[in-house]
């Protein structure tokens, strides 16, 4: 039986390397998986582990796919109703955030946040691009990172460009599967490659008024760090739709809410408009961010 690990995706072909001889192969898949209970655009992503067949020496047919640790999901833009897995068995997931060129916004930070916490994957906040701010953004920047800092978060501000906490990036991510995850042009693939610059991944420049960037990746893939662990570099995401999460788990999914609400007085409450409700409480009294209650409030209500 020979087992391997995908490690590129293309929708309709696949790259899998073989995961005692490290053989690198073009696959298809073979067969129908078990359908699962959510409906996929694509069947396999990469980290999969799968199993597979050579038919004589250069083509492979994955026959089966191993259940999956965990694995990051969203909503396609397209199918509304379907889903796409951007990455499987991670250890950690690192959003790359920009506070300009583009502008990453709190809600997708939040929502990668919260689908980070339902599939219980690891996270890392990558703050890149501190070589380009004026000091009111590195203020503004200062005051988000110490929100999320203090609901227990792991942050890291960097410079792919001027190798800015690099080495400390490097730390974070050695022996593990890591996946990079951010709008198109926040630098996932130059981070990559300060990484680790014999990969030489392509990049591009943001361009436009509205600070566009170019999705110059457009599959994703896994590399092989020469220090230890892989990466999976993925298309930039530009919207990032919740998958199923109910309201009253939403709550759930914010570490800071979550570990206040048994001091609430009604065991179902919600922290909306409930009397004595812990939540609010300490919202008034600022150990719970206002941003970010506010933005559960707004998610409860896109739930609707
Ligand atoms: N000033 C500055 N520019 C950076 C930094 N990191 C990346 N860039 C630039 O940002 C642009 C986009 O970088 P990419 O690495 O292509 O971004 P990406 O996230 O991989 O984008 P997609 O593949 O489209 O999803 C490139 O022009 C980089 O040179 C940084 O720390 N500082
Ligand atoms: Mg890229
Ligand atoms: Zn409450």
Redesign the pocket.
Known sequence: MKQALVTKSTGSWYLIKDISTNEVYEARIRGKFKKEKIRNTNPLAVGDKVEYELEETSVAWITKIYPRKNYLIRKSVNLSKETHILAANIDLACI?FTTRNPQTSLGFLNRFLITCEAYEIPVLLVF??I??LTENEKEEQNEIIGIYKNIGYDTLEI????MINIDKLKERVKNKTTVFF?H????????INSLQPDLSLK????SGYNEK?????TFAQMYDWSFGGSIIDI??VKEFELVDVKREELQDYFPEIFKERENCRFSNCLHINEPHCAVVKAVEEGSISKKRYQNYLKIMEDLK
């Open positions: 790359i890149n691009k070589d380009l410079s792919a460009e001027k951010g198109s042009g926040s630098g996932k693939s130059s981070t990049t591009a420049s943001v960037g170019k999705h110059t990746t298309p930039g």
